[in-house]
């Protein structure tokens, strides 16, 4: 079971980013979704959240209306759109899943971290 996240790197501020994760040894279609942030000096945070069908999401105050999270599942794979990126959106950025139909925050595998950069 593994989640490999990809897609972090270093943008100016307004730039775009698309995060990818792809599942390997299970079937992501069986579970909701998340992608999580930790900042520099901070607590680990929920993002989004994506029920198994898709046809539900979440997202944290601080990024509704600029990032979109969607899922293919038939690739096996999430992916985290971020626009209009700003410089607190600097951080690891982790993907993860819970085998459950509705949105959580509570994971059961998590994926190894991608480094999203915002410079001012």
């Known amino acids: 079971v593994q989640l490999q996240a990809s897609g972090g790197g270093l943008v100016q501020a307004g730039g775009s980013l698309r995060l990818s994760c792809a599942a390997s040894g299970f079937s992501l279609r069986y579970y909701a979704l998340g992608w999580f942030r930790q900042a520099p000096g901070k607590e680990r945070e929920g993002v989004s959240c994506?029920?198994?069908?898709?046809?539900?999401?979440e997202y944290a105050d601080s990024v509704k209306g600029r990032f979109e999270f969607s899922r293919d599942n038939a690739e096996n794979t999430m992916y985290l759109q971020m626009n209009s990126l700003r410089p607190e959106d600097t951080g690891v950025y982790y993907c993860?899943?819970?085998?459950?139909?509705?949105?959580?925050?509570?994971?059961?595998?998590w994926g190894e971290g991608t480094l999203v950069t915002v410079s001012s």
């Open positions: 993860a899943a819970r085998l459950r139909e509705r949105c959580s925050y509570v994971m059961d595998y």
């Open positions: 994506i029920s198994n069908t898709g046809s539900a999401t």
